[in-house]
């Protein structure tokens, strides 16, 4: 499974915008960059996902470099329930018999009021 | 929105005995997981189950955990002879249709803890 390179911590302040980088510079070209978030005490939720073009949803945006090689977590307005950890995964397109995730340690985010 | 529901949400039990946990997917989801989480440690996957049949495996499921589906709505997760390191918080996730496995949207369940005395 191609690697994910994420720091381990970062701060926001209520109401600001967030990046959240990932690197994945052995990214092949079937990969899916995936987001999933882990609220305290509560199982992975998906965020969003992309393959080549940037991608917009009501939680929030993902821009992918042109090469691929590294991507970001865009929370356009950080609120106190956003306070988690950010997982940025890769996932085959093809992905054998199984899609699995395979989860690294992420980063966790940390929203001051 | 549809979602994955796990019962118990937390169970105590004592080392050796069989533990089972049970989820119900998404209706019409194909693909079924078990992840586990140790306390303060990452999420780690354990097996997927596609078409009736474990579909991969990791290290970690041995031959002490099974897997099952038995009426087409559960999923079941056994713990034969749990031993201490077995506690852990356990997520069920399933995805949806997409032959485009990648693509695939896991939803994960809000998860079983598990307590070995």
């Known amino acids: 499974d191609a690697k994910t390179t994420q720091p381990n911590s970062m701060e926001s302040n209520e109401e600001e915008p967030v990046h959240l980088p990932c690197n994945h510079s052995?990214?092949?070209?079937?990969?899916?960059i995936h987001w999933y978030r882990q609220l305290p005490s509560q199982g992975p939720e998906y965020v969003i996902h992309?393959?080549?073009s940037n991608v917009n949803n009501r939680m929030a945006s993902l821009a992918i470099a042109e090469d691929r090689k590294s991507s970001t977590l865009i929370l356009h307005r950080a609120t106190l329930r956003d306070a988690a950890v950010y997982y940025c995964i890769l996932s085959d397109l093809y992905g054998g018999a199984t899609n699995k995730l395979i989860f690294g340690t992420g980063t966790l985010l940390a929203v001051q009021p | 929105e549809p979602e994955v529901t796990q019962t118990p949400s937390h169970q105590v039990t004592q080392m050796g005995q069989e533990v089972i946990l049970r989820c119900v997917p998404i209706s019409n989801h194909l693909y079924f997981y078990w992840y586990r989480q140790i306390l303060g440690q990452k999420v780690e996957f354990l097996v997927s189950?596609?078409?009736?049949?474990?579909?991969?495996k990791s290290e970690i499921f041995d031959d002490q955990f099974s897997v099952e589906r038995p009426d087409g709505s559960n999923f079941t997760l056994k713990i034969r002879s749990t031993k201490l390191e077995d506690s852990a918080m356990y997520f069920c996730a399933s995805a949806g249709t997409s032959g485009r496995l990648g693509a695939n949207v896991l939803t994960f369940g809000a998860g079983s803890r598990l307590t070995v005395l």
């Open positions: 992309g393959l080549t």
């Open positions: 052995t990214i092949s070209g079937t990969d899916y």
């Open positions: 189950f596609y078409n009736n049949e474990i579909s991969e």
